[in-house]
């Protein structure tokens, strides 16, 4: 898979990808992402990308000429499954949506920042508008994080032990089962002893259980997915 995400402030995205699971997908080439600075492909001397709202109003707006040469650069080069814009009006992002932008090849992500972008690159270049929740954030960039990590840990190879994604809360509509590890007693508080009794099918019936009494009590419209 190879990920571009064009944003003005790139170093918001330099401490994501360069731990854990998402540097190793990359050493591993199975996933390449490159941060492109949106500025780098502003027309004027004083290299501006955002500017005043038409109408009047507080906050400033990603200009259009910008991010138009960035991205037809890229397509000239390239093509994308989707260009996507992270956007707080956008779909919900689910486990679903994740699994299935998992299996693209080519996706481009545009961050906004300040009051968003101008409405046109929306309507002429944007492919699909992604939310991670009903809430606002500054800027696109730990949105665009957010949605990689979901979605290059289900790319097989990412995670070492394959199974240990389809395992996690979600992927079969149910949320994961509480997980323990030694001490097997901490100051009385123990663990509960069928995952010390070796039997595996026990071992197995009780995290299925557990999932579901989970999902009952904090999820229960998860069920009504499937
Ligand atoms: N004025 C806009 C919010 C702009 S927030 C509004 O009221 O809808 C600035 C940028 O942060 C947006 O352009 C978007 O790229 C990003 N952003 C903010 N909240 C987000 C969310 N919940 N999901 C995805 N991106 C978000």
């Not at 990920?3 to 050493?27: C, G, M, W, Y």
């Not at 490159?34 to 004027?44: F, K, L």
């Not at 994961?176 to 039997?199: F, K």
């Amino acid at each position: 898979m190879r990920i571009d995400i064009l944003t003005v402030l790139p170093k918001l995205l330099e401490s994501p990808f360069d731990h854990s699971i998402l540097k190793r997908a990359q050493n591993k080439g199975l996933v390449e992402v490159n941060v492109h600075d949106i500025r780098d492909y502003a027309s004027d001397k004083h290299k501006s990308v955002d500017d005043y709202v038409y109408g009047g109003g507080a906050g400033m707006v990603l200009m259009i000429e910008p991010i138009a040469n960035c991205i037809n650069k890229l397509k000239s080069k390239t093509e994308y499954d989707e260009v996507i814009y992270m956007s707080p009006d956008g779909e919900l992002l689910d486990q679903k949506l994740s699994n299935q932008y998992s299996l693209s090849i080519n996706l481009l992500i545009l961050c906004g920042h300040y009051k968003g972008i101008d409405e046109r690159i929306r309507e002429h270049f944007i492919t699909k508008e992604i939310s991670i929740g009903d809430y606002v954030l500054s800027g696109g960039e730990l949105a665009a994080a957010v949605f990689c990590d979901s979605i290059m840990r289900l790319i097989p190879g990412v995670i070492s032990d394959e199974t240990s994604a389809l395992t996690d809360s979600f992927q079969d509509n149910l949320l994961a089962p509480p997980v323990y590890t030694r001490p097997a007693n901490y100051e009385g508080h123990e663990v509960p002893p069928v995952l010390l009794s070796g039997h595996q099918a026990e071992i197995d019936k009780w995290r299925q259980e557990q999932a579901q009494a989970r999902t009952a009590e904090r999820r229960p419209k998860l069920d009504n997915l499937k």
